[in-house]
């Protein structure tokens, strides 16, 4: 553990002594303080915990400038009442003066199997007393394989379209005190215990290479159970396990990609009130029957009969002398893990901004918004009526999407549209109400037409948001209703492609493609909390990894497989780097760091297999096109051609970041070996691909993204940036202030651009409404980003979403810099980059430490700034001074600058020092209200 006395080592030392000094004649009362958000593996009382040692977070919540952790104590034990009277007996951490309050080691005795555990800690703040949590728990998985006493079971007969249902009665012979399902399946399951769907998971478990992990869920069921008879039951879906072709269906390039019949394994664990415990498990005397699903794909849609729901099949008595013994499955070979990430769930409900009848029986709606998710209806109708369902992404087979009017209608232009739908055949008893359960697709419109052309009694549809329940982060807004709506547009195309892991899209091909997922991966963790997700699709990878190192383009390998190129499978280094910085997190490097050793050992074996083998620091071609793909989705296709330059550019910056990767887990030797690779590699790259007499790479043509990649990696030779840089921006400006970037290219392009001193430019290409822009996607319909820059094909793909990080990091300003001591937003940096055209900005992120706010306004006269940092970091503001104009700066009305000298103090300033562009605060935690007055 850290010493008080090395907390804040690093370039604001100086400063940070002056805010200390100041923090002991305050006079804050400890009561202004809570400590909250307790978290365990980032999760709030999470159930299933599986890690033998489970890392601890908390947040501290403050009124005061200045807050400063010193010490904190965990206390850990099975007993809430002992754990609030400051007794553990698990784990008591003792007093341990450190300002560290993420991802804080277990170090207690080992955890026991289905045990709930409750735990709190205590803060010391500044010079003041403990301040102490109210206790969270966490409840354990079940944490050796032989823990595990159920059997994975399926129906005898091939399951091929169709949902099957199993059940068992079983006794609870006292009175329960508490009890927890462990539960997974090959495919999907709903689980359900005496009539009852157990929790809000769907789409549940997420989808894995089941053939080496399979994720299991933990509910706490105890309300669900009574003394004396109940019943368990649970439906089962094909998901990703079983993917088969189906005439007439739509599907994506699986072909037969089953893998057997979907399966269950479930373990009821119960606790009696005595103390005494009984277990119930899936084994060969359970039952299974047909159920009202007849059909289901995770690309091709579902089908329902309601002429076939066997009434009360998952409760006690249910008469079932047709249904047979389950079989015992074979077991599908992956380990079994505890889902320790947010599962799948229905977010959002839709209503419709718009209805039309465009022809008889056939009724379109609107939901003014491209979602990814399905339908629920409401509906009443005549007995054996079918309704067919589908969703579509645009009208008329039009390019872009447009607000529903009469004579619409729905687009048949792609198969994915098409071919996809629901056929809910009618009971005719009444109002029922149905949403799908084992598939989802994208869509804005929903059509609904019915089999005789009728009009049923009662028609209600909505649309349902389904994803991984990433807690949201960030808000953003500006005096720019573009930028604004490309902001939301982002949002929901992330929302959209969270189903477990990154998708590409929600329709066509639903893949974890891995280069989509790395350039878009810092604006999701801005966006979302989205640490467990990327450590679950991590692993994706890991388990994913061919014997030769490489990394495949998709994990898991649902769609998509080998292929991919070198800014593909670089996902596995970028990420785990990234969740390093943002999150603090050095376990994930650590876990990570032999297999990514084992994936660059691949890179660097490619340099004697392309096309040029007397160049074995070039990655060119290899295997063939897809294999070797650089940049991506350009404006045309054509643009950006050598694929080599990408691919070497991210084999150079893998190694120079596994270098310091290597530096933080103490590798020194590793450490010196990948820069010297990376060294080596810059080297070659400017020989093969740098003309110096143009500035420009690859070709003798500008090619933006080429350009931005040898800048970002710091490859340019000295003396040659400023050229390189210029050839950027006097391309974008020949263009007209457009970008000529694919997906790669896009995410630096701003970054770029503002660094290097074309802030105003930065913001014309980013306010650009003719195409390729993202105002061009705006102003023609687009609420969710596109996949091309043209409109052709889908409309819901994430990957260019990275275009909001300009607007966190330079617009707001809000920076956590990669350099110093700054991981896990210890250090922040708020410096708005403020174009001419722009009026007012505000963004907010959550961070581990807390929520950061930068929030300024300007008019002719003045510059506002209202900044917060969390408790227990600290900060630098940048504010912004136009030219030399004289001015005074103030803060919360008291003048702390005038006549280019300090004029006052406020508590919780360290320093302000003049820039070249304005003034730089220093700051401690807390909210700050800045204002420039210009005289």
């Known amino acids: 553990m850290k010493k008080i006395n090395q907390l804040f080592a690093g370039p604001f030392r100086i400063w940070v002594l002056v805010l200390a000094m100041a923090a002991a004649f305050s006079c804050q009362s400890p009561k202004s303080h809570q400590v909250t958000s307790l978290t365990v593996e980032y999760l709030t009382n999470p159930l299933g915990v599986d890690v033998a040692q489970p890392r601890f977070s908390w947040k501290i919540d403050s009124r005061e400038r200045d807050v400063v952790q010193v010490a904190y104590r ?67 998985g079940l944490l050796a394989e032989n823990d595990w006493q159920a059997q994975w079971i399926t129906t005898a007969a091939e399951i091929v379209d169709a949902s099957p249902l199993l059940r068992k009665e079983f006794v609870a012979e006292k009175r329960v005190k508490e009890a927890y399902a462990y539960v997974t399946a090959a495919g999907f399951y709903e689980l359900y215990l005496n009539g009852q769907k157990v929790g809000d998971h769907v789409l549940d478990p997420g989808v894995t290479d089941y053939r080496e992990t399979i994720l299991y869920s933990v509910y706490d069921v105890t309300e669900f159970l009574e003394k004396g008879t109940n019943t ?44 005494s415990q009984s277990v119930v498990v899936s084994d060969d005397s359970w039952k299974t029957g047909e159920g009202p699903i007849t059909f289901n794909n995770l690309y091709g849609g579902e089908d329902y009969d309601a002429n076939k729901e066997p009434a009360g099949w998952s409760e006690n008595g249910f008469d079932d002398p047709a249904w047979q013994p389950v079989t015992i499955a074979r077991e599908p070979g992956g380990k079994l893990k505890s889902q320790l990430t947010p599962p799948i769930k229905v977010t959002e409900t839709i209503v419709p901004v718009a209805q039309t009848n465009p022809e008889p029986g056939v009724f379109l709606f609107d939901l003014g918004q491209n979602i990814a998710g399905w339908w629920k209806m409401e509906i009443e109708g005549t007995p054996g009526m079918t309704v067919r369902i589908r969703g579509s992404e645009t009208l008329n087979d039009s390019l872009f999407s447009k607000p529903l009017e009469e004579g619409d209608k729905m687009s048949t232009k792609h198969r994915y549209h098409a071919q996809t739908w629901t056929d809910y055949t009618l009971k005719g008893d009444g109002l029922k109400v149905y949403e799908p359960r084992f598939f989802y697709t994208g869509m804005r419109y929903i059509e609904v037409a019915t089999s005789d052309n009728s009009t049923p009694t009662q028609l209600k549809i909505t649309g349902r948001v389904v994803r991984s329940a990433n807690p949201r982060n960030s808000r953003f807004e500006s005096s720019d209703s573009l930028l604004n709506r490309i902001y939301r547009a982002g949002v929901w195309s992330q929302m959209g492609n969270m189903q477990s892991y990154p998708t590409d899209c929600p329709h066509r091909e639903k893949g974890a493609y891995n280069g989509d997922g790395q350039v878009i991966a810092e604006t999701s963790m801005h966006d979302f909390e989205m640490a467990p997700f990327y450590t679950k699709w991590l692993n994706d990878m890991r388990d994913s990894q061919q014997d030769n190192g490489r990394i495949p383009n998709t994990s898991p390998v649902l769609v998509g497989g080998m292929g991919g190129g070198v ?251 990669m350099e110093g001591t700054s991981a896990g937003y210890k250090d922040i940096r708020i410096e708005p980059h403020v174009p001419a055209g722009l009026d007012h900005a505000r963004a907010s992120v959550g961070t581990v430490a807390g929520e950061v706010v930068s929030d300024w306004q300007k008019d002719a006269g003045s510059f506002t700034h209202q900044v917060t940092l969390p408790a227990n970091t600290r900060g630098t503001v940048l504010l912004p001074v136009e030219g030399d104009r004289e001015f005074a700066l103030y803060e919360g009305g008291v003048k702390l600058w005038e006549n280019n000298q300090p004029a006052g103090n406020v508590q919780g300033i360290g320093s302000v020092i003049p820039t070249s562009g304005g003034l730089a605060v220093a700051i401690g935690s807390g909210s700050y209200a800045f204002r420039i007055e210009y005289k």
């Open 567 to 817: 800014a593909w499978g670089s996902a596995y280094v970028l990420i785990p780097y990234w969740m390093k910085h943002y999150y603090g997190d050095t376990r994930i490097v650590e876990d990570h760091y032999p297999t990514m050793k084992r994936y660059l050992a691949y890179l660097k074996a490619l340099g004697s297999l392309d096309d040029d083998p007397s160049e074995p620091w070039i990655i060119d071609n290899f295997d063939g096109y897809w294999y070797s793909l650089g940049e991506w989705c350009a404006p045309a296709q054509s643009d950006c051609p050598v694929h080599a330059v990408v691919n070497t550019f991210y084999y150079y910056y893998n190694n120079r970041l596994l270098s310091e990767i290597a530096g933080t887990l103490g590798h020194t030797g590793d450490q010196t070996y990948y820069a010297a690779q990376a060294d080596t590699i810059r080297e070659h790259f400017n020989r093969r691909f740098f003309d110096p007499e143009t500035g420009l790479y690859g070709t003798q043509e500008t090619y933006q993204t080429y350009q931005l990649l040898a800048l970002v990696g710091d490859m340019v030779p000295a003396g040659y940036r400023e050229k390189v840089f210029q050839t950027i921006v006097d391309d974008i400006r020949a263009r007209g202030n457009h970008l000529n970037t694919g997906i790669i290219g896009t995410k630096y392009l701003w970054p770029v651009l503002v660094q290097g001193g074309e802030n105003e430019l930065a913001y014309r290409v980013a306010t650009q409404t003719t195409w390729p822009s993202f105002g061009y996607w705006i102003e023609n319909g687009a609420t969710t980003l596109l996949e091309e820059w043209s409109g052709k094909n889908s409309h819901n793909h994430q990957m260019f979403g990275s275009i909001t990080e300009y607007f966190f990091k330079y617009l707001a300003g809000i920076q956590s810099p």
């Open 232 to 275: 368990v039951g649970a439906m089962l879906g094909n998901g990703a396990w079983n993917l088969r072709r189906t005439p007439d269906r739509y599907s994506w390039g699986q072909g037969d990609g089953s893998l057997g019949n979907p399966c269950l394994i479930m373990q009821l664990m119960v606790t009696y009130a005595d103390g």
């Open 74 to 140: 965990i206390i850990v034990g099975e007993s809430e009442k002992a754990v609030r009277q400051e007794t553990g007996d698990a784990w008591d951490s003792g007093v341990v003066s450190s300002g560290e309050s993420v991802n804080i080691d277990w170090e207690g005795n080992a955890l026991k199997s289905n045990t709930r555990y409750f735990w709190r800690v205590g803060v010391w703040v500044n010079d003041h007393d403990a301040v102490w949590s109210e206790p969270a728990f966490f409840h354990t």
